[in-house]
């Protein structure tokens, strides 16, 4: 096994959680042999350096945290990271029970909605229900969590 190989993915992986696809990616990006990499990343899930399971638990705590999203938006950015479906539908239903945060899909929504509707107050009803509802559809919320947000704020 190519030692500089293994030592550059070592280095990614220190900057903060990766997933496979993320390091065999990079160490394409170095043309890398496929088979080397294949070796470097078996050694590494052995190591329990890379684990796509924890990987993603890592990246939607994060996003809650951080830059709160919808499922649909976490789904897509964790499978263009290459996490598989089955690992995706497993987290969903942790997600959506919040297993994994504290704040529900609808509290994130409700938190960012109350920040950006301070620059809809006098504006029509249904400018309010396209502009702001886009927003939190381009975030990943699904239509009935955007609903009861711009009606529960609208309420108000």
Known sequence: MDEKLYARALKFLARRPRSEKEVSDNLAKKKADPQEIEKIIALLKEQRFLNDYDFSVWWIEQRILLRPKGWRAL???LKQKG????TLKELEGKFKNQELSEKSEL???EELAARRFKKYIGVPREEVYRKLGGFLARRGFDLDTIKAVIDQLLKK
């Open 75 to 77: 789904w897509v950015e």
């Open 83 to 86: 996490i598989d479906k089955e």
């Open 107 to 109: 509290e994130s929504a």
